[in-house]
């Protein structure tokens, strides 16, 4: 029986950048979208790291992909994504996420990714994540093309309701659960949960969070998991986790250290010789 579930989105929380919106260039190239829609996406992407988006810019976002991708082969959308997803993805995954997710994981938690994002696109971020369990959006789908119409937005209340009918599937206490994001739009999820958690939170979720005192935190090492898990699978190691994050927390203690001695010097060298 698991312990409960821990709902992560997935932008700004688990990864640094916005997924739907990362895959611009390469459908570019696939001769799916123009050059001006490109430049519109980086744009959106560019407004939304800054900012963050409120429900409404997501349901105008929404509403631009839906229509963009219509006539799109579903197949050549998934091959792209899976083509380009370790050069796109990978390197923006927040290492404090993934130490996250482990520790979920050993305390007997089910992880579930929820995103805004299509399910095409975040389905393959879950399986570079390990993460089967995975809430997103939905397009409809017809002959394997798609419409230009949504089944399902996995965005405001909607993504609430989809986590509260995904613990009740699953008999998940939701009292006992956990869910982690950064936009004010998912304040609705984050209240579904016993255990809110802000990452990153964009300013209107970070005074909700101060108002109702929920923990907030900090995520700012996107780190490649490919690489790190390359160095893991070595040989086994007794401890060679922890000796990772260790010798990391000792190197910024010592470059911390060295910074800080050079500078004390030279301010006593500047009072003993004024210069």
Not at 38 to 67: C, H, N, P, W
Request: hydrophobic share 45%; glycine share 6%.
């Amino acid at each position: 029986m698991s312990a409960g579930a821990a709902f992560f989105d997935l932008d700004k929380t688990m990864i640094a950048k916005s997924s739907a919106l990362a895959f611009g260039r390469p459908l570019y190239h696939g001769g799916l979208m123009a050059r001006r829609d490109v430049l519109k996406a980086a744009y959106a992407q560019f407004a939304y790291l800054i900012a963050g988006a409120d429900e409404d810019q997501m349901s105008r976002t929404r509403d631009y992909l839906a229509q963009l991708c219509r006539g799109w082969k579903v197949e050549q959308v998934s091959s792209i994504v899976e083509e380009t997803l370790e050069e796109l993805i990978d390197p923006y995954i927040y290492a404090e996420a993934v130490a996250l997710v482990a520790q979920h994981r050993a305390d007997g938690y089910d992880i579930v990714l929820v995103s805004a994002s299509g399910d095409e696109m975040v389905r393959p971020i879950g399986r570079l994540l390990g993460i089967d369990n995975v809430i997103a959006t939905r397009m409809v789908i017809e002959d394997g093309y798609y419409t230009g119409e949504v089944d399902f937005y996995a965005a405001g209340p909607a993504k609430a309701e989809a986590v509260v009918e995904f613990a009740e599937r699953y008999g998940y206490d939701l009292d006992n659960c956990f869910a982690y994001s950064d936009s004010i739009s998912d304040t609705p999820m984050l209240e579904s949960v016993g255990n809110p958690r802000v990452v990153n939170p964009d300013r209107a979720l970070r005074r909700t969070a101060v108002e109702r005192d929920w923990p907030i935190l900090t995520f700012k090492h996107p780190i490649s998991l490919q690489r790190r898990m390359a160095f893991l699978q070595k040989p086994a190691v007794p401890g060679v986790l922890v000796g990772v994050v260790a010798a990391s927390v000792a190197t910024a203690a010592l470059a911390w250290y060295l910074r800080n001695r050079k500078r004390q010097r030279s301010v006593a060298r500047w009072a003993r010789d004024g210069s």
